[in-house]
Structures are given as C-alpha cells and as structure tokens.
C-alpha cells in the first residue's frame, strides 16, 4: 500500500482497539522482568478509571507526541456511533452550527446571498433585519468587507459567512456596487438576531384549501405555525394541507405544540419513554385553532422525527389523512449535552411512541452505513412507485378508535399512496438540475432583467400573467449548452413541462421568493392534488 492509499479514518476502530490492547499487553508481558513497567500508572482498582488511564499511558509513553484532545474527539465520536445512528458528538464549531435551525436564529447582518461569478450578490435582505433598514436590496453586490476585497479572488461561502456573522451589536463595513455602477455605497451595518424561519410558505390554493409547508422544527415552530393559520382562516381556509415532504425534524416539543392545534383537549399527541426515562405523556389543550379545519398531512421517505409524530398523531387520533410515501422512521429522542470546551453530544435516550402505542423507528442492527441507505433499499424494491411493496409487519399491527390499521417498526405508512412521480423525467434534466445551470439562469435572468419583472404589482399578477417563451427556452438551451450540458431533442421534448415550470418558479423565487416559488411549483404537484380531492370528499 502507498502512502497515498492509506486513510486513517477507514482504520480507526482498529486503531482504537490496537490502542487498548497493546496499552496492557506492553504493561504486562513485554517487560516482565521490569517491575516498573509491569502494570499502568495509577492502576489501583480503587481509583481504576480504564478510559482516562489509558490515554494518559498513551499520552506519556507513545513514541511520538499524540494531540490528546484530537485523539479523545475521536474515540467519543466512534463510541457514540456504536449505539445507535442517531448519538453522535459535536466540536464546538458543529454544535454553533448545528444548534442555529433548532434554536431559530443567528447573529448577523440577515441577507440571504450566492456568489454568482466570483462576486457576493445579495438574493434577498431578510424582511425586518438590519441590511434591509438600512436599504441593502436584492441584487447588490457585496465587494468589500470591513476594506476587504470580497469579489474576483476566489471568494468562499464560509468566508463570507464568517465576515458577515458576529455577535448582535458588534458593527460591519461593507462596500456595495449597485446597478453595475463603478463607485460604491458604503454602509455600517450593526449586527442584529437574525431568525431561522420554520416554514418555507403559507398561502391559499384555492377560496377554501389553505396549504403551509414547515422546513423544520424548531424553538419558534409552533407560534410560526399558529400565526400563519390564523391568517390563512382570516381568508375563509376550511381545508388545510400540511406538508411535511423533506422535513427531517427537530424539536419534539415544537412538534406537539403543531398536533395540538388539531386535536381536541386532552387528546394524546406522542409519549415518550427509556430506560432511565419514565413514560412522558404530551396532551393536547383545549387551544387548539384549527379544530374545526379539515387537514391532509403530506409525508414521504425524507420526513422524519417530529414530522413523524404529527402524522402519527393525525392519523391515530382519526383527524385527518395522510398522503404520500412511507415516512422515514426515526422513533429515537435525542437529548444534548453541552461540555466545558463548547463541544456537545447528542444521546439517544427514549423512544417515541404514538397514541396507538407503536414506535415508527426501523431497524438499525445492520449498521449505519445500511442504515442511511433506505432511500436505494426502497427504490430497488419498488417501494416509491407501488403501495403494495411497502413491508408491513403484523406483529406490530395497532388499531386506531375509529378501526383504522396502522403499523409500526418503520416510519408512517401514508393512508393514500402517491409513488414518486418518474414523467417528464430524462437524463438531459438531470444534468440541468445536478450541473446548477437552471438554477444559475434563472438568477441570471432575474438580476438582469428587474426592472421589468418590477413592473409586475406583485407575485401573483407574475403567476398569472408571466409565460416562458420560445425565446426564453432558446436562452436557456444555449446556456446551458455554453457551460458544456448540450441538448438532447428528445429528451428536451419529454421534460419541457417541468423545465418551463421550473424556469417559471426559479425566476419568481429570486425577485419575490419563496412565496411566489412555492404556488407556481405546486401547481400540478400529485400529491397536493390528491389531497385536495381527499379533503373535498370527507
């Protein structure tokens, strides 16, 4: 084996092994007729501590000198990964950055931006936070950072996030070009809370259908939510679509606030319950708002966690019907530690349940690597085109009040089937997807042309009016072809009605965002049309 084959990581629990091993072998056998050597420092059995004996042996002993710390990291993070594929350990950086969508929010300057051609260009300043006070618009490019050159040197996303993020109150310099002009305006920006919004959008599909679409459970989940159905019954929903679709989870307790706004008081939402955990019961209140509101929940192979415990509340309870694909099923709670050092844990320390009783976690025995590969596993048994390749276990089989068969042992399994939808689907689209360049055009079109789509009053007069032309198609074609994805006449043929829907949505996105996206994107979406026709006929 060369040097260049060798990596470490593929070897570490060996390594790790090897370490314990040798540390008493040496010790013990290797100098046997050295008393000195013969037995660990501090071995006495009565202050025995195996794990840090053993480090501060190989601390003081090794050949070479070892970073401890690196080395201790190490070990958490294999232990933890041992127990199930859901306890894992943070360094302080990962914790900072991974706490931020739980906890709601950051500290910054709150513009959402892409570098697009060496130049941080502003997509949006976040409604309310301090760029947009002070008139930062989409569009501008950010060229300077505090007399940094920002533009044209290889600029990185996380450089830019560590220039423009900072405690609330501390100040930032940044040199804007706006319209392409040569001089450029100077702000001061004062760093402010910049939150993490849960849900993508909410709007009304029809005079009736509400639809609100959560990205993530978080602190703020549940009064985000709230807010956003008291608006949509302002504006007469009596329907209410929920779509949980990509939603990996988050926050349990965010989850049972969102289930409570559907069940009636003193319904069960979930408990939970370990070994060292008595059982937790989570009720509904008598609070709820949306009692009264007829709801479809849609889920597939990615929602998980909490998204899981609404649909399972939903559906043991009777309240609505759930649409889509088989959930991912993750039933474990998760509790974090925070260490001295900012490093943190996370510990898997109850099961959820649903009101049935039953625990939606699938099997993880065959390792983490299997674990995480459900998606080819249920594509390969044609699980996501066929209701009748879902595996259901009978021994896991629970009856709601109303009669209605559920299952545990592996996610939700949805009460309308809705398969992944493969038409229109060509390899010429795929590597516009994969290649960024729709993506990329759509940007390109909207920051050039802003002034004209400022003509439309609003997103929804650009819903109804704005078409894609021929002439735009033949734009993008020949852009995509001038970043090397050429086209394919047949395959263009079989995608054009999603590639001009997705020009559509695209373009919308970067002048009005996502609630201009979200309507155009979902316009013959599947699943939400079986669900409006599901709600219509209860």
Not at 488 to 507: C, P, Q, T, V, Y
Request: proline share 4%; hydrophobic share 35%.
């Amino acid at each position: 084996m060369s040097r260049s084959d060798y990596k470490p990581g593929v070897f570490m629990p060996i390594i790790l092994s090897g370490i314990f091993v040798l540390g008493f072998l040496i010790g013990n056998f290797y100098n046997q007729g050295d008393s000195s050597s013969s037995i660990l420092p501090n071995s006495d059995s009565r202050s025995f501590n195996k794990l840090n004996d053993v480090m501060t042996y190989i601390d003081q002993e090794y050949v070479d000198s070892i970073e401890r710390q690196k080395l201790t990291d190490k070990l958490i993070s294999y232990l933890l990964q041992e127990l199930d594929p859901h306890s894992y350990y943070m360094s302080s950086e990962e914790a900072n950055r991974m706490n931020e969508p739980l906890e709601g929010g950051f500290d910054g300057i709150g513009v959402q931006f892409r570098i697009q051609n060496d130049t941080v260009v502003v997509v949006n300043p976040v409604v309310g936070g301090p760029s947009e006070k002070l008139g930062i618009r989409a569009g501008d490019r950010i060229v300077e950072v505090d007399g940094e050159l920002m533009a044209g040197n290889g600029v990185t996303n996380s450089k830019v996030m560590k220039m423009l993020k900072g405690p609330r109150g501390t100040k930032v310099a940044v040199g804007i070009r706006r319209n392409r002009k040569i001089d450029l305006l100077d702000f001061v920006i004062t760093r402010d809370r910049i939150p993490i919004t849960s849900l993508d959008v909410s709007y009304m599909i029809d005079g009736k259908t509400g639809y609100i679409k959560v990205a993530r459970f978080s602190r703020n989940t549940g009064a985000e939510f709230r807010e956003a159905s008291l608006t949509l019954l302002e504006a007469g929903m009596e329907r209410l679509i929920l779509d949980l679709r990509g939603n990996g989870g988050g926050i349990l307790y965010s989850a049972a606030q969102m289930a409570d706004e559907f069940l009636a008081d003193n319904q069960l939402i979930v408990y939970t319950e370990g070994k060292s955990r008595k059982r937790e019961n989570h009720y509904a209140t008598s609070e709820g708002e949306l009692e009264g509101v007829k709801v479809a929940v849609l889920i597939d192979e990615s929602s998980a966690s909490a998204s899981e415990i609404i649909a399972g509340a939903i559906q043991d309870n009777d309240r609505g019907t759930i649409v889509g694909r088989r959930s991912f099923g993750k039933g474990l709670v998760q509790e974090q530690s925070n260490w001295p050092d900012g490093s943190a844990t996370r510990l898997t320390i109850a099961r959820y349940y649903t009101p049935t009783g039953r625990c939606i976690q699938k099997p993880y025995e065959n390792g983490t690597d299997a674990y995480n590969e459900h998606y080819l596993e249920r594509f390969k048994n044609g699980e996501l085109s066929s209701a009748d390749s879902i595996p259901v276990n009978d021994t896991l089989k629970y009856t709601t009040p109303g009669g209605k068969v559920v299952y545990g042992g592996g996610g939700i399994v949805p009460d309308i089937f809705v398969p992944i939808d493969t038409s229109g689907g060509s390899r010429y689209l795929t590597e516009l997807f994969y290649s960024g360049q729709l993506y990329d055009f759509c940007f390109d079109y909207a920051d050039q042309n802003r002034d004209g789509l400022a003509a439309y009053s609003d997103a929804q007069e650009f819903i109804n009016d704005f078409k894609i032309t021929e002439e735009l198609l033949n734009e993008f074609v020949a852009y995509g072809e001038s970043n090397g994805v050429m086209k394919n006449e047949e395959e263009f043929m079989r995608s054009l009605d999603i590639i001009r829907l997705r020009l559509k949505a695209g373009i919308a996105r970067n002048i009005w965002g996502d609630p201009a996206f979200y309507p155009i994107l979902n316009e013959n979406d599947p699943a939400i049309l079986k669900a409006v026709i599901a709600l219509e006929e209860e």
